[in-house]
């Protein structure tokens, strides 16, 4: 067997590992404070332990805060509020620490969150000092409910208690006060709530909090798979804090106070597609034009254009294959844009100091995933009951510098 022939079967090989990889699940990792399951232990119609006259002066808030700068902070924060006679206090489950061990766990999916509680002006005014937006709501429970809503809460402050495993969609910041609202309800928000399609995704939702930047929103949608595809109820909405309060207003037919007004919001719809396709045709022009013309310079371009292609791809294989990161597993986005971009990358460093190189192997890669490409594009519009997964913006990144590349043809050139 030739070495051609030998490397090509290498790189088959290892594109079909890709293939088997996407169809990796497991079961999401638990643990951590179970909000869902103590509150099951609560009677919110029969709240015990504080005087009826104290409770009269306690009103339970939620309060919202607009997206903020980091990205982090991007899709906003929500907290709820004792206010009583001793002060008021905020409940914020959003809270991370930097320790030792916080950049293993992000790594391998594996994200503890907690707990803490502080004075209300103190958590405001920190987003007021962010300039952003902070809204109240007051949500109107009877005495039972407020009792019950404050034994929930300290209980779930407990040191040992405090901590849980966050996952953005499912149990975050605002799902934990959703649910607590839930509960005040006896089950009512969510039953109302439930029956309502809002004709989106998470993804869909959450790309809405990504307009300022098509870069991150192109990186963090191609690392999530189809489990975010499926269209959610407004329950599910729930996650963003934003949809929270809206729900919530709604459903208690209550008016949210703006205590503070921040600057512009960064929210609204993306041309993600459009975007993408965009970007995709002028790298796949430019890598074109100066393979032929500036051996050297495409070098150089090219070399950073594969460098995050491998990079974003590497992550990927590794977050589907030895992490808990759910929302990555079964991509399909791994067949046609994977870790096979290191060896066009590898040749792109070596054309920087040896501009006469040839692109052979780089030409045979591209084929090789515009091929595994075509063969996903066509799948999906077979079988788009199967194939739900929403990544468009992917083929429309990538096909152009694929079919630019795999047609290129070595001719006289510039160095």
Not at 134 to 160: G, H, Q, S, Y
Not at 252 to 265: A, L, N, S, W
Not at 310 to 335: G, K, Q, R
Request: glycine share 6%; proline share 3%.
């Amino acid at each position: 067997m030739g070495r051609r022939n030998a490397c090509i079967l290498l790189l088959l090989f290892y594109a079909a590992s890709c293939i088997f990889s996407a169809s990796v699940e497991r079961t999401r990792l638990d643990g951590g404070f179970d909000g869902v399951a103590s509150l099951s232990h609560f009677d919110f119609s029969h709240g015990e332990g504080l005087d009826d006259t104290y409770l009269d002066d306690v009103t339970i808030s939620l309060v919202v805060q607009d997206p903020g700068k980091e990205v982090y902070v991007w899709f906003g924060h929500a907290g709820l509020m004792v206010q009583t006679p001793q002060g008021d206090v905020m409940y914020d489950w959003g809270v991370f620490s930097f320790g030792p061990s916080f950049y293993t766990d992000f790594l391998f999916g594996r994200l503890y969150y907690r707990v803490t509680s502080s004075w209300a002006d103190t958590a405001i005014l920190k987003g007021i000092g962010e300039d952003r937006t902070v809204k109240v709501l007051d949500i109107p429970l009877d005495n039972a409910a407020k009792a019950a809503t404050i034994d929930f809460v300290n209980l779930n402050t407990r040191p040992e208690n405090r901590t849980y495993l966050y996952h953005y969609y499912l149990d975050n910041c605002a799902t934990r006060i959703r649910d607590i609202i839930d509960a005040e309800t006896g089950g009512a928000f969510s039953a109302w709530a439930s029956s309502i399609d809002t004709g989106m995704s998470f993804r869909d939702f959450s790309t809405l909090y990504m307009k300022r930047s098509w870069p991150v929103a192109f990186t963090l949608n191609y690392l999530q798979g189809p489990s975010i595809d499926e269209d959610i109820t407004l329950y599910d909405a729930c996650f963003l804090p934003d949809v929270l309060i809206d729900a919530v207003a709604t459903y208690f037919d209550e008016e949210p106070t703006t205590i503070y007004q921040g600057g512009e919001r960064q929210v609204g719809h993306m041309h993600l597609v459009g975007t993408s396709l965009l970007v995709g045709i002028i790298i796949a022009v430019l890598l074109y034009s100066l393979a032929h013309t500036n051996r050297r310079a495409y070098g150089l371009l090219s070399m950073f254009v594969y460098l995050y292609f491998t990079a974003i791809s590497s992550v990927l294989l590794f977050m589907m294959l030895l992490t808990d990161h759910d929302v990555t597993w079964c991509n399909e986005n791994i067949i046609m844009l994977n870790p096979l971009v290191v060896i066009p990358l590898i040749q792109s460093i070596v054309i920087v100091f040896r501009p006469k190189t040839g692109l052979g192997a780089t030409r045979a890669v591209f084929r090789i995933l515009l091929t595994l490409a075509l063969a996903s594009l066509t799948l999906k519009g077979l079988f788009p009951t199967l194939f739900i997964q929403e990544n468009l913006y992917v083929y429309a990144m990538i096909l152009p510098t694929y079919v630019a590349m795999s047609v290129f043809k070595e001719r006289d050139r510039h160095v």
